[in-house]
T-cell receptor, first 115, second 118 residues
Framework: AQTVTQSQPEMSVQEAETVTLSCTYDTSESDYYLFWYKQPPSRQMILVIR??????QNATENRFSVNFQKAAKSFSLKISDSQLGDAAMYFC????????????FGKGTHLIIQP | GAVVSQHPSRVICKSGTSVKIECRSL??????MFWYRQFPKQSLMLMATSNEGSKATYEQGVEKDKFLINHASLTLSTLTVTSAHPEDSSFYIC??????????????FGPGTRLTVT
């Protein structure tokens, strides 16, 4: 079974600064996807970024980027120029490469943005 | 596009009764939907995978007789919590699998349903 570990229950960052959220995972599969989801107080899950395991290039979406280290099974999220609207729970998630499997989530990191 | 709705958003029921939660994909067809459960200040846990026209697949430890899942159409899956007890109180989130086969599958999440059993 796959596991996803987020070791930072809470992180705090000053507005406009950069913050990195950590995630490690364990799997014996070679084909899989990794995700970062944001869950604001509304509880609606919002996809932040996705990384295909077969791609060496790190995914980037505007201010959000990942550092994907496949050998180390590490998948961190970097948020640049943090904004107040970034405050939320962030979940790292894993999905097998078949496409029709559910997600395995980490425990989440509560991100606080200090104005 | 790719909107998923859930109904109701909040429900309160008495212990021993059953409650049904609907999950609909509004602008796409979804052969597969997923049901997750989220306790306060905790992560999402996959409960079951719902496939249109076939029986749901439940994760280990999830009681299939308590959590009945029906995926009768390509746009609707329902979760019925039978004989609810206070420990079933939780936030239930569904997601629908969309996208082109062979390209990538994306999971689109509903807004969730808060169930309180008194």
């Amino acid at each position: 079974a796959q596991t996803v570990t987020q070791s930072q229950p809470e992180m705090s960052v000053q507005e406009a600064e950069t913050v990195t959220l950590s995630c490690t995972y364990d799997t014996s599969e070679s084909d899989y996807y990794l995700f970062w989801y944001k869950q604001p107080p509304s509880r609606q899950m919002i996809l932040v970024i996705r990384q295909e395991a077969y791609k060496q290039q790190n995914a980037t979406e505007n201010r959000f980027s990942v550092n994907f280290q496949k050998a180390a099974k590490s998948f961190s999220l970097k948020i640049s120029d943090s904004q107040l609207g970034d405050a939320a729970m962030y979940f790292c998630a894993y999905r097998s490469g078949g496409g029709a499997d559910g997600l395995t989530f980490g425990k989440g990191t509560h991100l606080i943005i200090q104005p | 596009g790719a909107v998923v709705s859930q109904h109701p958003s909040r429900v309160i029921c008495k212990s021993g009764t059953s409650v049904k939660i609907e999950c609909r994909s509004l602008d796409f067809q979804a052969t597969t939907m997923f049901w997750y459960r989220q306790f306060p200040k905790q992560s999402l846990m996959l409960m079951a995978t719902s496939n249109e026209g076939s029986k749901a697949t439940y994760e280990q430890g999830v009681e299939k007789d308590k959590f009945l899942i029906n995926h009768a159409s390509l746009t609707l899956s329902t979760l019925t919590v039978t004989s609810a007890h206070p420990e079933d109180s939780s936030f239930y989130i569904c997601s629908a699998l969309g996208g082109l086969a062979g390209v990538s599958y994306e999971q689109y999440f509903g807004p969730g349903t808060r169930l309180t059993v008194t």
